[in-house]
């Protein structure tokens, strides 16, 4: 089975300011990973994610996400918050070929970003 | 290039009534995954469509049911609803079985807002 865990539901930072979401996944075969944003009253937009390859992927709007297996951590971040990230960050894990919900996207709980001016 | 579409956008129904959501795929995709999205909460997946068949489940109960169309498009079916069912429910799409080795991207739509009263 897979799952997803993101530490803490709500992340407050200054305009300008260092972005780190955290997310940690379990998954019984290697996972690919997602990082999706969510604006209010709207769907989920891809931000970025680690299939193969590189571990340090980087996405759209100026974020990116590192790919730790032996912390079974993607971590996504952005060097400066800007007021237009301000929304709710899904973190999502997806079994490669060979697991038994191969197919199907497991999300964290979310983290509701908050970009104070 | 439309992107994925859902019908209605807001929907409100009774206690043990009958809902159909309506899905069409971005255009080249040939897979539909419904996901359920409670207030607060990550997105949870209901079921996956290829080939006009249903290829896997989430743990959600025989009241949600699906379709598949030749077109690709795609319906939601819930029956006898709960007032537990009042959520979001989002569609996306993908090619291939979306969990092959490439590990395709899920395009999602922006959803249907169900009410159960």
């Known amino acids: 089975a897979q799952s997803v865990t993101q530490l803490g539901s709500h992340v407050s930072v200054s305009e300008g300011a260092l972005v780190l979401l955290r997310c940690n996944y379990s998954s019984s075969v290697p996972p690919y990973l997602f990082w999706y944003v969510q604006y209010p009253n709207q769907g989920l937009q891809l931000l970025l994610k680690y299939t193969t390859g590189a571990t340090l992927v980087k996405g759209i709007n100026g974020f990116e996400a590192e790919f730790k297996k032996s912390e079974t951590s993607f971590h996504l971040t952005k060097p400066s918050a800007h007021m237009s990230d301000a929304a709710e960050y899904f973190c999502a894990v997806k079994e490669s070929a060979g697991g038994t919900s191969y197919g199907k996207l497991t999300f964290g709980q979310g983290t509701i970003l908050t970009v104070h001016p | 290039d439309a992107g994925v579409t859902q019908s209605p956008t807001h929907l409100i129904k009774t206690r043990g009534q009958q809902v159909t959501l309506r899905c069409s795929p971005k255009s080249g995709h040939d897979t539909v995954s419904w996901y359920q999205q409670a207030l607060g909460q990550g997105p949870q997946f209901i079921f996956q469509?290829?080939?006009?068949?249903?290829?896997q489940r989430g743990n959600f109960p025989d009241r949600f049911s699906g379709h598949q169309f030749p077109n690709y498009s795609s319906e939601l079916n819930v029956n006898a609803l709960l007032l537990g069912d009042s959520a979001l429910y989002l569609c996306?799409?993908?090619?291939?079985?979306?969990?092959?080795?490439?590990?395709?991207?899920?395009?999602f739509g922006p959803g249907t807002r169900l009410l159960v009263l």
């Open positions: 469509y290829y080939e006009e068949e249903e290829r």
């Open positions: 996306a799409s993908s090619t291939g079985l979306a969990g092959g080795p490439r590990g395709e991207t899920q395009y």
